[in-house]
């Protein structure tokens, strides 16, 4: 299994950036998609962003589209989430996932592992 922390939430006004990291261990990252997911108080947790095992193929959540960008450095077992163009609605606890295999897949089920997350709050 993979262990997983994050990193680089914090409080940023509508229209800001951040960067969230999450570095992982365990000998298998390099083989595993990771994914970005969120989940605002009240509300269910919902698929940000995934990655394969190469960085070679991406998908997003169509709210973030254009505004997120997923990558990773396999060097650094390190997977990135570029937010740009921050709204008050993407406030959440934002986690890091690693899949249990190499594609990229939106559904939580198929990510066995998982940070203890970070916080993003965009003020208006």
């Given at each position: 299994?993979?262990?997983l922390?994050?990193?680089?939430?914090?409080?940023?006004?509508?229209?800001?950036s951040?960067?969230?990291?999450?570095?992982?261990?365990?000998?298998?990252?390099?083989?595993?998609?990771?994914?970005?997911?969120?989940?605002?108080?009240?509300?269910?947790?919902?698929?940000?962003?995934?990655?394969?095992w190469?960085?070679?193929?991406?998908?997003?959540?169509?709210?973030?589209?254009?505004?997120?960008?997923?990558?990773?450095?396999?060097?650094?077992?390190?997977?990135?989430?570029?937010?740009?163009?921050?709204?008050?609605?993407?406030?959440?606890?934002?986690?890091?996932?690693?899949s249990?295999?190499?594609?990229?897949?939106?559904?939580?089920?198929?990510?066995?592992?998982?940070?203890?997350?970070?916080?993003?709050?965009?003020?208006s």
């Open positions: 299994q993979v262990q922390v994050e990193s680089g939430g914090g409080l940023v006004q509508a229209g800001g951040l960067r969230l990291s999450c570095v992982a261990s365990g000998r298998t990252f390099t083989s595993v998609a990771m994914g970005w997911f969120r989940q605002a108080p009240g509300k269910e947790r919902e698929f940000v962003a995934t990655v394969n190469s960085g070679g193929s991406t998908d997003y959540a169509d709210s973030v589209k254009g505004r997120f960008t997923i990558s990773r450095d396999n060097a650094k077992n390190t997977v990135y989430l570029q937010m740009n163009g921050l709204k008050p609605e993407d406030t959440a606890v934002y986690y890091c996932a690693a249990g295999g190499g594609i990229i897949t939106g559904y939580p089920i198929s990510y066995p592992s998982w940070g203890q997350g970070t916080q993003v709050t965009v003020s």
